[in-house]
């Protein structure tokens, strides 16, 4: 329960880190509930789903088949907007895998 609950937490965190752009550039709050919403459920599949694959690639991994169903809607009208997007996806799943990890390693010892 306790890496559940550390899952969410990061998956809170990167949420609010990937939407302050999305706020500074006026984007809907559809959007925006969207992306904090994502996040949210990559923190809790990384908590939850054990793959026995480095915890980075593990992040990325789960980030970007979570945002895949949006990412077909959002490419097709505007293709551009994938590449930051996927950026953003790259480096917040990679660090949720990492510290994810980090945390319940320490929480062991």
Do not use: C, Y
Not at 82 to 102: D, E, V, Y
């Amino acid at each position: 329960m306790k890496k559940i609950v550390i899952g969410l937490i990061l998956g809170i965190a990167a949420g609010t880190i990937d939407v302050i752009p999305m706020i500074i550039q006026g984007l809907t709050w559809d959007a925006n509930i969207s992306a904090i919403s994502m996040w949210i459920i990559v923190g809790f599949l990384i908590s939850t789903i054990d793959l026995k694959i480095n915890s980075i690639v593990k992040g990325i991994l789960i980030a970007f088949l979570v945002l895949l169903p949006s990412a077909v809607l959002i490419g097709w009208n505007e293709p551009v907007s994938l590449i930051p997007i996927s950026i953003m996806t790259a480096i917040l799943g990679g660090i949720i895998g990492f510290s994810h990890n980090k945390i319940m390693e320490r929480q062991k010892q």
